[in-house]
């Protein structure tokens, strides 16, 4: 069947074209015309050449899409007449291109284009038979499919979207089946395209239609519900600055996500304190968070010792306690005994030296690594065979502790007596190691004289 027109994308094709042609006329005139032209003209050239090349590539695979005999017919959505992206079934039994479906519903068309049924409900259900089989012929055919739908405009494609979003947020205050099936497709939407994620900054209630089903002492009765709605929150918090403030300054979000860290399922548990971890990069999101009392269920959890959870948990946890109040919090609500345990068991020994030589700026932190017997076991890591950061990290608690524990300094003079263990590191660690292992000798040296036995 023969065109009977021009298409929109064919006109905008060939005024790109035109442009770039212009370009390359002038470029290619600098290059004959010019003894001493530049090399980046030569760059660009080729650059203006190659875009002309893709366009051409691109016209020619849509002029392909569109003839009515290259496409089998149950690939093409009745609405737009061109093959599906992402084919869904409505409750007729109909298959339409998701975006096409979706504007019309979103005009107020409670009706199947198709059969001309009144829709007694909208649920849009992907097919993946259909989409598998227009996923072969396309591989068949060499057709690129996501080439193939240039010229569906981007503002109706948002809208979409929105309409979507808008859809499934709804669904969330309706019977439990249908909130867990929104659920599933927000995780996954947000997860896969940040283009839906920024939508959430346009709905002001977004966040809270989001979280409804979790509210009022219902946290832990649907746990794959749960999962699925604080993992979506976690995906919208890995947007921009703006989104995170936008999700924690919410007052229902910081405590659900408390909730779910004390009565969630462990995948829920570990999404939750990413979520904390993600949101906490704000300094204002640090002192929401702590204020909220997220510590001590942090703490809990890294005791634990979940290895699903706990990498999270100490990233939370580390990030938390940049702000000075929340180091204050971090050590009343039991963290020094909690780390110095798990690093002396041998677990997230770098991540959490980090979080223990943070906490050494408070006293009451120092006092407590000396009594639970952290000396020994630093001395052993700057002794062994750890990363530098790590032997940074152990020689600033040790540090710390002798200048407010001198009991210590016995049990230190015996190890270097010994081992020599801070000489080596004065020596040959870096140069902030170097500064702490010299600053513990020097104290060492104004009570007793050191002798190396080793």
């Not at 259909?130 to 503002?155: F, P």
């Not at 229902?252 to 969630?264: Q, T």
């Amino acid at each position: 069947m023969a065109k009977t027109g021009v298409s929109e994308t064919d006109g905008v094709v060939s005024a790109k074209a035109t442009v770039l042609k212009n370009e390359l006329r002038t470029l290619v005139k600098m290059i004959l015309d010019e003894d001493d032209y530049k090399v980046e003209t030569t760059d660009e050239a080729i650059r203006t050449l190659r875009s002309l090349r893709v366009l051409k590539f691109n016209k020619s695979l849509c002029m392909k899409l569109e003839d009515l005999w290259a496409v089998p017919e149950e690939f093409r959505c009745p609405i737009s007449r061109k093959i599906m992206r992402d084919p869904v079934v409505l409750t007729t039994g109909e298959t339409y291109d998701r975006i096409f479906i979706q504007r019309r519903l979103n005009e107020g068309h409670g009706i199947c284009p198709k059969t001309q049924e009144v829709l007694p409900h909208i649920v849009l259900t992907s097919n993946k038979l259909v989409r598998e089989m227009i996923s072969h012929w396309c591989r068949e055919n060499g057709v690129e499919l996501q080439n193939a739908a240039q010229d569906i405009d981007d503002e109706l494609e948002t809208a979409a979207d929105r309409g979507y979003l808008s859809l499934l947020l709804k669904k969330l205050s309706q019977p439990l089946n249908e909130q867990k099936e929104a659920a599933k497709e927000l995780r996954r939407l947000t997860k896969k395209m940040p283009s839906f994620r920024a939508l959430f900054g346009e709905f002001t209630d977004a966040i809270p239609q989001l979280l409804n089903p979790l509210s009022a002492g219902r946290v832990d009765t649907h746990p794959d519900l749960q999962e699925d709605l604080i993992t979506t929150v976690l995906n919208v918090s890995i947007q921009d600055n703006n989104y995170k403030r936008l999700v924690a300054e919410n007052p229902v979000v910081i405590p659900l996500l408390i909730e779910s860290l004390i009565h969630g399922n462990i995948q829920t548990k570990s999404n939750a304190a990413a979520a904390l971890f993600t949101l906490s990069a704000l300094d204002s999101n640090k002192l929401i968070i702590g204020e909220s009392r997220a510590l001590g269920p942090l703490i809990d959890l890294l005791d634990e010792g979940h290895p699903l959870v706990m990498k999270d948990v100490a990233s939370a946890i580390f990030n938390l306690c940049i702000v000075r109040e929340n180091k204050r919090r971090a050590v009343q609500g039991g963290a020094v005994k909690v780390i110095l345990k798990k690093i002396m068991d041998g677990i997230l020994v770098d991540e959490l030296l980090t979080i223990l030589a943070m906490l050494s700026g408070h006293q009451k932190a120092v006092e407590e690594m000396s009594e639970l017997g952290a000396v020994p076991c630093l001395l052993s890591f700057i002794r062994g065979d750890i990363c530098e950061r790590s032997k940074e990290n152990s020689a600033a608690i040790l540090y710390a502790i002798c200048m407010i524990d001198r009991t210590k300094l016995v049990e230190i003079r015996e190890e270097e007596n010994v081992n020599g263990t801070l000489s080596r590191l004065a020596q040959s660690g870096t140069s902030w190691a170097k500064r702490k292992a010299n600053g513990i000798l020097e104290r060492l040296n104004r009570t007793a004289p050191i002798t190396h036995t080793a």
